[in-house]
C-alpha cells in the first residue's frame, strides 16, 4: 500500500503513536507499506511552527527531515499537474494545503491517512488514523 500521510497524521506518527488508531498502526508499521508526505505538509507545518500556532520538539529544518529518515517517508513534491489539478476539485474543504493532498493522492494513486472525514467526500482512498 502507498500511504500519503495527511499533515496531523505525520506529526502523530513522528511524535505521538498512541494517537494513531491500533489499526492503522499496524498498516503503517507494516514493511510493505510505503509512507509518502507531500511538501505542502511541510510547507504547512513550516508555517504554523514560525507563527507559533505548533510547537515541534526542534525547529522544522532540524525536526522534519530527521523524522523523515526515521521514518523512511519519501517526499511527493508539488509539481505543475498537481497545481493544476486543484481546479477539478469540488470545494469539500477549504484548506489549500489538504486540497493539495487531494489531488496528489489522486493524481499519484495514494491512500491517504487522514482523520478529517471530509477528505472522504472526494474520490480517493482513505485510511483512519
Do not use: C
Not at 25 to 31: D, G, M, P, T
Not at 45 to 53: D, E, Q, V, W
Not at 113 to 118: E, G, K, L, S, V
Amino acid at each position: 500500500m502507498k500511504v500519503l500521510l495527511d499533515t496531523h497524521a505525520f506529526l502523530w506518527i513522528a511524535g505521538d503513536w498512541k494517537r494513531v488508531r491500533p489499526a492503522a498502526r499496524r498498516v503503517l508499521a507494516n514493511a510493505q507499506t510505503l509512507l509518502f508526505l507531500s511538501a505542502a505538509s511541510i510547507w504547512e507545518l513550516s508555517i504554523k511552527a514560525a507563527i507559533g500556532r505548533l510547537e515541534l520538539p526542534a525547529e522544522p529544518p532540524v525536526y522534519v527531515p530527521r523524522r523523515i529518515s526515521d521514518f523512511q517517508i519519501a517526499v511527493v513534491d508539488v509539481t505543475r499537474d498537481h497545481a493544476l489539478a486543484v481546479y477539478a476539485l469540488p470545494a469539500h474543504h477549504s484548506d489549500p494545503f489538504d486540497r493539495m493532498i487531494v489531488a496528489q493522492a489522486q493524481l499519484e494513486d495514494l491512500t491517504v491517512a487522514t482523520r478529517d472525514p471530509i477528505f472522504r467526500k472526494y474520490r480517493i482512498e482513505t485510511l483512519a488514523v
